[in-house]
């Protein structure tokens, strides 16, 4: 079995076994979107946000009173068994969220710089990425397994045009000690913004920033 395939067999068993309780699952997603922003089902942003919102609900969100996100759970177990899945769970639970341009894009590769960090990345990915081009920014997830560096299920497309205003609001967020995780959620309310305020320069509403959303 390829490593993506693998890794697409654990993410679904994963689901599987920790997104059953519909109650959770729902004060979960009042959780995500209260810090994220609310998209209706009628959204062009119904899809990839629900992608992105079962992704942590299941491999980052800490619930009050747990220490660990459920696919932790699941990764002790495993590993205990000595079962070779518990290595791809662990790839997941301590995979990276973040802002990324696309820089670079060729036969299996596409290459990516981490706007928050600055590290590149270069993930193998043999999937045709319609739509996708150089100069795009994405908040992603990736996944290190087995030596290489694989797509999660997070990919939610912010403008080109609002690359610089993300870049500047990041860095003055991140000086005033805000963490990675708010940088990412304040601007995955900007994206919903969008969708809101068509009337106005996407460029200018990310700039705008808090100031828009009220």
Known sequence: MSTAALLDEVTETLY???TSDAEAA???RR???DRRGKVHQDDELWEPWSAAFVEWYVVERVVPGASAPPAARTYRELHAASDPRAEVVR???TSQRSLFEVRA??????????????????VDEQ????????????ELRLVGIAGEVRFGRTFIYHPKVARAPIVER???MLAAGSTRREVIDHVAQLRVQ???YRHMSVARLYELGSRIMG
């Open 31 to 33: 959780e995500y979107e």
């Open 16 to 18: 599987a076994r920790h």
């Open 105 to 122: 894009m060729a036969r299996g590769r596409v290459e990516l710089l981490d706007l928050l960090g600055g590290a590149a990345f270069y």
């Open 194 to 196: 969008v969708t809101r």
């Open 26 to 28: 729902t004060i979960a």
């Open 127 to 138: 999937r045709a990425l319609h739509g996708v081009e150089v100069g795009d920014v994405a």
């Open 91 to 93: 790839a997941l639970v």
């Open 170 to 172: 990041a860095r003055a």
